[in-house]
C-alpha cells in the first residue's frame, strides 16, 4: 500500500510558475518498477492526465502542456515533481499524483493507475 501527498498548489497570475511535489511512501514502493504521474481534473471535466515517467524515466506530456511542464523525480526521496510555467487559465484545476505498478501506463488511461494522492488546487487567473 502506497501513499501519496501532493504539495504547492496556489493561485497565480496567467503566466506564472509553480512547482508541485508529490511524497511517496509505502513499505514496498520501489520507484523504479513503477510508473509515477501527473493528472488534473477541472470542475464538470474528466480527471485528464498531464504528463509522466515511465518505469525507465522516460517522460511522456499531454499535448497543451509540452513545452510548458517539466515533470522530474528525486528518487532518494521519492519525490515526484511537476514543473509549470507559462501558466495558463485553462490549467486551472485539482492536480493529483498518482503510480502504476507497471513499467508503462499511458497517462490516456487514468483508470489504469493503481495509487492517487488527495490532490492540490491549482487556479490560474488574474
Same mark, same amino acid.
Given at each position: 500500500?502506497? $501513499?501519496?501527498? $501532493?504539495?504547492?498548489?496556489?493561485?497565480?497570475?496567467?503566466?506564472?510558475?509553480?512547482?508541485?511535489? !508529490?511524497?511517496?511512501?509505502?513499505?514496498?514502493?520501489?520507484?523504479?518498477?513503477? !510508473?509515477?504521474? #501527473?493528472?488534473?481534473? +477541472?470542475?464538470?471535466?474528466?480527471?485528464?492526465?498531464? +504528463?509522466?515517467?515511465?518505469?525507465?524515466?522516460?517522460?511522456?506530456?499531454?499535448?497543451?502542456?509540452?513545452?510548458?511542464?517539466?515533470?522530474?523525480?528525486?528518487?532518494?526521496?521519492?519525490?515526484?515533481?511537476?514543473? &509549470?510555467?507559462?501558466?495558463?487559465? $485553462?490549467?486551472?484545476? &485539482?492536480?493529483?499524483? +498518482?503510480?502504476?505498478?507497471? &513499467? &508503462?501506463?499511458?497517462?490516456?488511461?487514468? #483508470?489504469?493507475?493503481?495509487? #492517487?494522492?488527495?490532490?492540490?488546487?491549482?487556479?490560474?487567473?488574474?
Amino acid at each position: 500500500l502506497l $501513499e501519496l501527498v $501532493e504539495h504547492g498548489g496556489d493561485s497565480v497570475q496567467p503566466g506564472g510558475s509553480l512547482r508541485l511535489s !508529490c511524497v511517496v511512501s509505502g513499505d514496498d514502493y520501489t520507484s523504479s518498477h513503477y !510508473c509515477l504521474g #501527473w493528472f488534473r481534473q +477541472a470542475p464538470g471535466k474528466e480527471r485528464e492526465g498531464v +504528463a509522466a515517467l515511465d518505469g525507465y524515466r522516460i517522460p511522456t506530456y499531454a499535448d497543451s502542456v509540452k513545452g510548458r511542464f517539466t515533470i522530474s523525480q528525486d528518487s532518494a526521496k521519492n519525490i515526484l515533481y511537476l514543473q &509549470m510555467n507559462s501558466l495558463k487559465p $485553462e490549467d486551472t484545476g &485539482m492536480y493529483y499524483c +498518482a503510480v502504476a505498478r507497471a &513499467m &508503462m501506463t499511458a497517462i490516456q488511461t487514468p #483508470w489504469l493507475w493503481d495509487y #492517487w494522492g488527495q490532490g492540490t488546487q491549482v487556479t490560474i487567473s488574474s
